[in-house]
């Protein structure tokens, strides 16, 4: 069952986190920028919430289970279809790019949620994923205070290390990885790999032999 009720209650307490945090948010966009295909491509936001990064980031076309964040992105300019990650109402190839930000850890499925992901895409397309390290001091923060929090205490935090692992099972081959919010450096700060950074974004592409 999709995770919907935080954010359908506290959708505007969500959106507020980005405006208070102005630097760990264009940290994680800088992030993803990074690995975003170069020329203009059709790309999706799967768990676009309220188009916090897709709007930003030139994305036109999200889904998500949630009514009342679909609608604040459709007010951002977003095509936004309700939907759970695991059964994305769209055609097999069609999605150059699939993103994913912060998305993962609400999952039911994320064996499934990810074969999904690799049904959309068109071959030599890419799924860019966007996580909080569960390894990392942020992460560690975040499942310490799992049952206080309105948004995370069905979450499932993952580490790099699974992630990859995840993603190469489900047909992906890995083509790189970036990650920001590093302790004791700048906030903006973006840093090839992972294993520093709280944030990790990291590109899958589906490559077809």
Same mark, same amino acid.
């Given at each position: ?106 999952? +039911?499925? #994320? &064996? ?7 049904? $959309?895409?068109?071959? *030599?397309?890419?799924? @860019? ?58 906030? +903006?700060? #973006? &840093? ?7 944030? $990790?974004?990291?590109? *899958?592409?589906?490559? @077809?032999?």
């Amino acid at each position: 069952m999709a995770k919907t009720g935080p954010f359908e209650k506290y959708g505007d307490v969500y959106d507020n986190w980005f405006e208070e945090h102005q630097d760990l948010y264009k940290a994680e966009l800088e992030t993803i920028k990074k690995l975003l295909p170069s020329k203009k491509a059709n790309t999706l936001e799967v768990g676009v919430g309220s188009g916090i990064f897709a709007a930003p980031l030139g994305i036109e076309t999200g889904v998500d289970p949630s009514r009342k964040m679909a609608e604040k992105a459709r007010k951002r300019g977003l095509n936004v279809c309700l939907g759970i990650a695991e059964e994305l109402p769209f055609f097999d190839d069609q999605f150059d790019c699939v993103l994913m930000v912060t998305t993962i850890c609400f999952v +039911d499925d #994320v &064996l499934k949620t990810l074969r999904e992901v690799f049904r $959309v895409l068109g071959p *030599g397309g890419c799924l @860019i994923l966007g996580f909080i390290d569960k390894q990392s001091q942020l992460g560690k923060q975040y499942e310490s205070k799992k049952q206080s929090s309105r948004f995370y205490q069905e979450a499932s935090f993952f580490c790099s290390e699974e992630m990859l692992e995840y993603l190469k099972s489900t047909g992906f081959e890995i083509a790189s990885a970036y990650q920001t919010i590093v302790p004791g450096n700048s906030p +903006d700060i #973006v &840093l090839a790999g992972y294993g520093q950074g709280s944030f $990790v974004a990291i590109k *899958g592409m589906k490559t @077809i032999y």
